[in-house]
């Protein structure tokens, strides 16, 4: 089982960056792929970014490509967001999540595990 711990989330200007980690409590975190989500007030839960248990390869959602870096530190057992050119469109809460295949999967449902979620507001 992997607990996750999210942190970073705030309120930023259009244009500007934020930066979302996720901390996760599992040894063996780094047999798991990990990935980004976001949802927004009224809206499904959609895929934002993913990435392989090795880190060697990442997919992003075309809204955020160019703009967002998922990136991974096994050491720390941290997977960060990396958000930049944020724009309104953007705001939502965000969730990492764990699945134990190891690889990237677009929707949320075969996910094992996921954070608390955290709020992302960029204003006009």
């Known amino acids: 089982q992997v607990q996750l711990v999210e942190s970073g989330g705030g309120l930023v200007q259009a244009g500007g960056s934020l930066r979302l980690s996720c901390a996760a409590s599992?040894?063996?975190?780094?047999?798991?792929?990990m990935g980004w989500f976001r949802q927004a007030p009224g809206k499904e839960r959609e895929f934002v970014a993913g990435i392989r248990r090795t880190g060697s390869s990442t997919y992003y959602a075309d809204s955020v490509k160019g703009r967002f870096t998922i990136s991974r530190d096994n050491a720390k057992n941290t997977v960060y967001l990396q958000m930049n050119s944020l724009k309104p469109e953007d705001t939502a809460v965000y969730y990492c999540?764990?699945?134990?295949?190891?690889?990237?999967?677009?929707?949320?449902?075969?996910?094992?595990?996921w954070g608390q979620g955290t709020q992302v507001t960029v204003s006009s």
């Open positions: 999540a764990a699945d134990n295949s190891g690889l990237i999967v677009t929707s949320p449902i075969p996910y094992d595990y």
């Open positions: 599992g040894r063996t975190f780094s047999s798991y792929a």
